[in-house]
């Protein structure tokens, strides 16, 4: 897909820098030139030296580089790609592009393209959490600028939370599918996402440990396809796929409510953690330790969304997928769950504690039709969501 497709790739001041190098090499392994671009500050954790060996070409460095500017010169650099790529993209050069500065190369760049331009975030977690960095995200989406990520995880500065960049892996993915088809414009999928938080008091409440991952990485796979997507979640411990509308949610009962105004849709994935209980009566005060003994919780069956929905009468959506999480017997505990519940589809995987599943970066899931099993080998979560993606594609076209 990305064969003599010509990317130009805007290394910025990272220590997720180094995972450029790679991104090369996967992108020319798929068939892509790279032109690399790399900013002062990139410099000091990658030489300009490893990345122009492994893009095989000239690494642009200076605005003012008198030889650059008579060769080629930076209008006809920003517009000779196919793509413009930055990775990783710094909180510094998205305020540059939310604000149209241009005192560098690659604010010049980004300034002076009419090139699509596809960035993969990656800052310490507040920094990307702050109001700034998200008013600046909002600002460079409505300008048309893709975003890949970021994700969850370890920062090198010893913090955890979103702002680490995607894995070259996930981007290249996102930028095959940025040049493929667009099956699935004029289709509205909804998806959900994350656990549920049934509340026991005001302090206390019954989770479980999914992260929001899969179904976040599904949601952004259908958007990049072309989806109208509706994306309800839960608390999740990943961001939301930028350009989705999203939903948030805290229990059971208010992502039932959430699903039933976003329908109709043309497919349903459900792919949250919805929990299977709540308390019957949840306290309005917290709940003290006693000399009578433990409190006796009495607890009440949330709804049913997935088999609600498939079992629907009037305006079913054309395809309705599960997800089922397994600890022993996956296929056969999710094979008879999609009877059970009437869905079309249920994706399921082995989520037993050895397997580091749920809540990691990589998946390994059976997809369960009527027409049997397919497994799937492991691969990072977003290539199972590129993946499904396509699978409902070719489902609803």
């Known amino acids: 897909m ?4 010509r990317i130009l790739l805007i290394l910025t001041g990272g220590i997720a820098a180094y995972k450029g190098l790679d991104l090369i090499r996967r992108l020319r392994e798929r068939g892509a030139a790279v032109t690399p671009v790399v900013t002062r500050a990139a410099e000091q954790f990658v030489t300009p030296l490893s990345v122009s060996a492994l893009a095989g070409e000239k690494v642009y460095r200076d605005l003012f580089d008198l030889t650059d500017e008579a060769e080629m010169g930076h209008i006809q650099l920003s517009r000779s790609a ?8 710094t909180a510094d050069i998205m305020a540059k592009m939310a604000q149209g500065r241009a005192d560098d190369l690659a604010s010049t760049l980004l300034l002076a393209t009419d090139t699509p331009v596809m960035i993969a975030p990656a ?9 700034a960095t998200q008013r600046n995200l909002a600002q460079i989406t409505d300008d048309g ?10 920062m090198a500065c010893g913090e955890y939370g979103p702002g680490r960049m995607s894995e070259p ?3 290249v993915a996102a930028v095959e599918t940025h040049f493929g088809p667009k099956p699935l414009v004029g289709k509205h999928v909804l998806v959900t996402s994350g656990p549920t938080h049934e509340p026991i008091d005001p302090v206390r409440y019954i989770a479980n440990r999914s992260s929001g991952a ?14 109208d997507v509706t994306f309800v979640t839960g608390p999740a411990d990943v961001a939301a796929p930028v350009g989705a509308h999203v939903v948030p949610v805290q229990t059971a009962q208010e992502m039932k409510a959430a699903v039933d105004a976003a329908l109709p849709a043309d497919a349903a994935i459900f792919a949250a953690a919805v929990a299977d209980w709540r308390m019957a009566t949840a306290s309005d005060r917290k709940l003290k330790k006693s000399k009578d003994g433990l409190p006796v919780l009495e607890f009440a069956e949330n709804p049913d969304i997935l088999a609600g929905v498939s079992q629907m009468t009037k305006g079913r959506p054309g395809l309705v997928v599960g997800f089922a999480a397994e600890t022993d017997d996956v296929q056969a505990h999710a094979t008879a769950k999609r009877t059970r519940k009437g869905c079309d589809w249920i994706v399921a995987n082995d989520v037993s504690p050895e397997t580091g599943i749920m809540g990691g970066s990589e998946n390994a899931v059976i997809l369960i039709t009527e027409d049997g099993a397919d497994p799937w080998p492991r691969m990072p979560k977003a290539e199972v969501a590129l993946r499904l993606a ?3 594609a070719d489902a609803l076209t």
């Open 82 to 89: 196919d793509l413009i790529l930055v990775a990783p993209a």
């Open 123 to 131: 800052m310490n977690v507040r920094m990307w959490d702050h109001p």
């Open 169 to 171: 892996l996930e981007i």
């Open 2 to 5: 990305l064969q003599d497709k």
């Open 390 to 392: 396509q699978r409902i």
């Open 214 to 227: 899969q179904g976040a990485a599904v949601a952004g796979a259908l958007l990049a396809l072309g989806a």
């Open 145 to 154: 600028v893709s975003v890949v990520g970021p994700n969850d995880g370890d």
